[in-house]
């Protein structure tokens, strides 16, 4: 044990107290020494300290020993408690083990009961942590097994069942009292006894033995299950049993069945490729976003449907695939439509060589096309924006009209960088007058829910400044949540106008 061990001595004589915690805390550098004078006294210290355990003498004033016990053992049932009395007698014996007490020693002259008294402690100690340690990891092994939804059960080398979860008596219909009685082959058909028969003597004798077969209910009700068990060995390698786990095949097959549908229906293609990229399956899905009847393509290679220009990269990311078993991915390239046109694809595979229903690659393919598309535009908007010679700007509504995004056009307009400028109202960067102006048409644009077009005079450095402004709403799902706007200095052409 590495563990401090806390100890409450009990007794009356001065003397003898400082001696046995003397000795005690020689005897093993774990121990730290408690004492109390009375019964009393070491009750208000139990409350208080909770000890590892308590060494008490027998024959004190007032409460003495055995009463002590019977106290402490209303509080405290499981705890270790010694009577180290001067007082020895058969009688006093049995009455103490009748009080539940842990260990019963008789005071001696000489330093050998200090040392015999130390190795009762840290054995009564040692004895009930373990058992508190036992007893938290069945709670916690039971609680676990009882989480499952798959039947556990744990079989003797006879057959009977030892233990199981509280889903073997929901799926068989069979209470716990009558489990405990039957063998487990009486929870099949009798078509089926002598598989299991079969497959328990296996287990026991190779190691681990998966089969399918059906649980028969109480009410006759039969239950497709696969059972996997395995064999259970001691520390000296003796077999003991087998523990078994069953999975319904049920849900399994429902699964399959939803799955099945899914790749059928999905808008995605799902295709089947070997190892020299040949395609073995392709779902339904390849017609509508292809054209192609799957059929047709079977026997095909995916290169005969790939753009020249993404070849190299689509070999180069199949390479990748076979040295990555499982999901992989993803790739973008372009396929030949069956009308002569290229469509984006974006693909994921998934390494399913080693996989004997499969034996191939398993290839989720989407078009992204229109995606391209409105990324293409977006970049061009992006390029738009980042070199505009107007300020642009973007404000999200919201309450206060923030700024969201500037251009570096804006930047140098009002000398604030874009991440000093995010989150800012129009009364935050211009001064006040020209802040409320500005505000004003904001909510005038929501409102109006268009365009609009206006002037300005505003100081952003301190210098008197004019400009020209138009704001746009932007529009998503009926509800005007950004302000898209552009400002162009015209101050020269305002000095210009006022010379001529």
């Given at each position: 044990m590495?563990?401090?061990?806390?100890?409450?001595?009990?007794?009356d004589?001065?003397?003898?107290?400082?001696?046995?915690?003397?000795?005690?805390?020689r005897?093993?550098?774990?121990?730290?020494?408690?004492?109390?004078?009375?019964?009393?006294?070491?009750?208000?210290?139990?409350?208080?300290d909770?000890?590892?355990?308590?060494?008490?003498?027998?024959?004190?004033?007032?409460?003495?020993?055995?009463?002590?016990?019977?106290?402490?053992?209303?509080?405290?049932?499981?705890?270790?408690?010694?009577?180290?009395?001067?007082?020895?007698?058969?009688?006093?014996?049995?009455d103490?083990?009748?009080?539940?007490v842990?260990?019963?020693?008789?005071?001696?002259?000489?330093?050998?009961?200090?040392?015999?008294?130390?190795?009762?402690i840290?054995?009564?100690?040692?004895?009930?942590?373990?058992?508190?340690?036992?007893?938290?990891?069945?709670?916690?092994?039971?609680?676990?097994?009882?989480?499952?939804?798959?039947?556990?059960?744990?079989?003797?080398?006879?057959?009977?069942?030892?233990?199981?979860?509280?889903?073997?008596?929901?799926?068989?219909?069979?209470?716990?009292?009558?489990?405990?009685?039957?063998?487990?082959?009486?929870?099949?058909?009798?078509?089926?006894?002598?598989?299991?028969?079969?497959?328990?003597?296996?287990?026991?004798?190779?190691?681990?033995?998966?089969?399918?077969?059906?649980?028969?209910?109480?009410g006759?009700?039969?239950?497709?299950?696969?059972?996997?068990?395995?064999?259970?060995?001691?520390?000296?390698?003796?077999?003991?049993?087998?523990?078994?786990?069953?999975?319904?095949?049920?849900?399994?097959?429902?699964?399959?069945?939803?799955?099945?549908?899914?790749?059928?229906e999905?808008k995605?293609?799902?295709?089947?490729?070997?190892?020299?990229?040949?395609f073995?399956?392709?779902?339904?899905?390849?017609?509508?976003?292809?054209?192609?009847?799957?059929?047709e393509?079977?026997?095909?290679?995916?290169?005969?449907?790939?753009?020249?220009?993404?070849?190299?990269?689509?070999?180069?990311?199949?390479?990748?695939?076979?040295?990555?078993?499982?999901p992989?991915?993803?790739?973008?390239?372009?396929?030949?439509?069956?009308?002569?046109?290229?469509?984006?694809?974006?693909?994921?595979?998934?390494?399913?060589?080693?996989?004997?229903?499969?034996?191939?690659?398993?290839?989720?393919?989407?078009?992204?096309?229109?995606?391209?598309?409105r990324?293409?535009?977006?970049?061009?908007?992006?390029?738009?924006?980042?070199?505009?010679?107007?300020?642009?700007?973007?404000?999200?509504?919201?309450?206060?009209?923030?700024?969201?995004?500037?251009?570096?056009?804006?930047?140098?307009?009002?000398?604030?960088?874009?991440?000093?400028?995010?989150?800012?109202?129009?009364?935050?960067?211009?001064?006040?007058?020209?802040?409320?102006?500005?505000?004003?048409?904001?909510?005038?644009?929501?409102?109006?829910r268009?365009?609009?077009?206006?002037?300005?005079?505003?100081?952003?450095?301190?210098?008197?400044?004019?400009?020209?402004?138009?704001?746009?709403?932007i529009?998503?799902?009926?509800?005007?949540?950004?302000?898209?706007?552009?400002?162009?200095?015209?101050?020269?052409?305002?000095?210009?106008?006022?010379?001529?």
């Amino acid at each position: 044990m590495s563990s401090e061990i806390s100890i409450l001595h009990v007794e009356d004589d001065p003397s003898m107290r400082d001696l046995t915690k003397t000795f005690l805390e020689r005897a093993n550098e774990q121990f730290t020494v408690e004492t109390a004078p009375s019964a009393d006294e070491g009750l208000g210290k139990l409350d208080d300290d909770s000890p590892d355990c308590i060494v008490s003498d027998y024959d004190m004033p007032g409460t003495d020993g055995l009463e002590f016990l019977k106290t402490v053992r209303k509080q405290r049932p499981d705890l270790p408690f010694i009577l180290f009395t001067g007082k020895g007698s058969e009688e006093v014996a049995s009455d103490a083990i009748a009080a539940g007490v842990t260990d019963y020693l008789q005071k001696k002259p000489g330093a050998e009961q200090y040392e015999l008294l130390a190795n009762r402690i840290h054995n009564a100690v040692d004895a009930r942590r373990e058992a508190r340690r036992a007893d938290k990891q069945e709670r916690f092994t039971t609680q676990a097994l009882d989480a499952l939804e798959d039947v556990f059960y744990v079989l003797n080398t006879d057959g009977s069942l030892r233990r199981w979860n509280h889903r073997l008596p929901e799926v068989t219909g069979y209470p716990e009292s009558e489990l405990a009685e039957i063998q487990v082959t009486e929870l099949f058909p009798e078509d089926e006894r002598e598989l299991i028969a079969e497959a328990i003597e296996t287990t026991l004798t190779d190691g681990e033995v998966t089969v399918e077969a059906d649980f028969l209910t109480a009410g006759g009700e039969r239950h497709a299950y696969e059972l996997t068990g395995a064999r259970l060995t001691d520390r000296d390698g003796n077999t003991t049993g087998l523990v078994g786990i069953g999975r319904d095949l049920t849900d399994r097959r429902q699964q399959e069945r939803r799955f099945q549908a899914l790749v059928e229906e999905s808008k995605d293609n799902i295709s089947v490729i070997d190892a020299d990229g040949v395609f073995q399956y392709q779902s339904p899905a390849v017609e509508r976003v292809l054209g192609y009847e799957p059929e047709e393509t079977i026997g095909d290679t995916v290169w005969e449907y790939v753009h020249p220009d993404d070849r190299e990269r689509l070999e180069s990311t199949l390479e990748e695939w076979v040295a990555t078993p499982g999901p992989a991915g993803p790739v973008e390239y372009r396929a030949r439509h069956a009308d002569g046109s290229w469509r984006w694809m974006q693909a994921n595979g998934n390494n399913q060589l080693h996989n004997p229903a499969v034996e191939g690659y398993i290839v989720n393919s989407r078009d992204i096309t229109e995606r391209k598309e409105r990324q293409r535009k977006l970049e061009q908007i992006e390029t738009v924006f980042e070199h505009a010679y107007d300020a642009l700007f973007l404000v999200d509504v919201g309450e206060e009209f923030t700024a969201e995004r500037v251009n570096p056009a804006w930047e140098e307009l009002t000398g604030l960088t874009a991440e000093q400028a995010r989150g800012q109202t129009a009364q935050d960067i211009f001064d006040q007058q020209a802040g409320e102006l500005v505000e004003d048409k904001y909510h005038e644009c929501v409102q109006r829910r268009e365009p609009l077009r206006y002037e300005e005079t505003i100081r952003p450095n301190g210098e008197q400044r004019h400009f020209v402004a138009q704001l746009a709403p932007i529009i998503v799902d009926g509800t005007v949540e950004y302000i898209a706007g552009s400002t162009r200095d015209i101050t020269g052409r305002k000095e210009r106008k006022q010379e001529l």
